[in-house]
């Protein structure tokens, strides 16, 4: 077991780029959440997928964020003409069904210039 | 909404010692999951324990336990011998038992173990 798996580890993009982060749960749960971590805002939720479907998205800016899963063994989350306040470090974790523990993986670092 | 609050931005303590820490939240469900999680050094993010809002008995885990008070919307944790390696930060967290609602976390109390 892999884990849940984020790449890349680190991404550093110019203002206005488009940035994409993957994530890879860990075999055979059932969902998968974002949350992006930075000093200031602490541990924030983003969205959340059960079965591939989206459920909650109340944490995601309206604009520029968007997020999908496509399969059961990805899941993206893409921001448009990022910007510097869209630096932090972007969480993935999933969670089996049954079980309410979610386990992380190691994030993916973002730095807009 | 459902909200959860650390007071405490650090806490140092000495190896072998017992450090505890608060967390209140607030929720309109009457069902709710409480938990703690450790962020390492490196980052990594950690289950450690849980409490069912429904469970009386304060849930225990190795040298991590809870201090569960529902009138208070309280739930403390404690880490009796502290380790070198307990050092992190610690965050609590709930999710509401109703309609598949996400964790929702605090905002973390670091803790410095020393020797």
């Known amino acids: 077991n892999a884990g849940v798996i984020q790449t890349p580890r680190h991404k550093v993009t110019g203002k206005g780029q488009e940035a994409t982060l993957w994530c890879e749960p860990i075999s055979g749960h059932s969902a998968v959440f974002w949350y992006r971590q930075t000093i200031v805002q602490g541990l924030e939720f983003l969205t959340y997928?059960?079965?591939?479907?989206?459920?909650?998205d109340s944490g995601m800016p309206k604009e520029r964020f968007s997020a999908q899963m496509p399969n059961q063994s990805h899941s993206t989350l893409k921001i448009q003409s990022t910007q510097p306040q869209d630096s932090a470090v972007y969480l993935c974790?999933?969670?089996?069904?049954?079980?309410?523990?979610?386990?992380f993986g190691h994030g993916t670092k973002l730095s807009v210039l | 909404a459902q909200k959860v609050t650390q007071t405490q931005t650090s806490i140092s303590v000495v190896e072998k010692t017992t450090v505890t820490m608060d967390c209140v939240y607030e929720?309109?469900?009457?069902?709710?999951?409480l938990f703690w999680y450790k962020q390492t050094a490196s980052g990594e993010i950690v289950f450690l324990i849980r409490?069912?809002?429904?469970?009386?008995e304060n849930a225990t885990v190795g040298h991590y336990s809870l201090n569960f008070q529902k009138p208070k919307s309280s739930i403390g944790l404690i880490i009796t011998a502290t380790q070198i390696e307990d050092s992190a930060v610690y965050f609590c967290a709930m999710r509401e038992g109703e309609g598949g609602r996400a964790l929702i976390f605090g905002t973390g109390t670091t803790v410095s173990v020393s020797p």
């Open positions: 929720t309109r469900d009457s069902s709710y999951f």
């Open positions: 997928f059960r079965n591939q479907a989206p459920i909650d």
């Open positions: 974790a999933s969670k089996d069904r049954g079980d309410e523990r979610l386990f």
């Open positions: 409490q069912d809002s429904y469970k009386k």
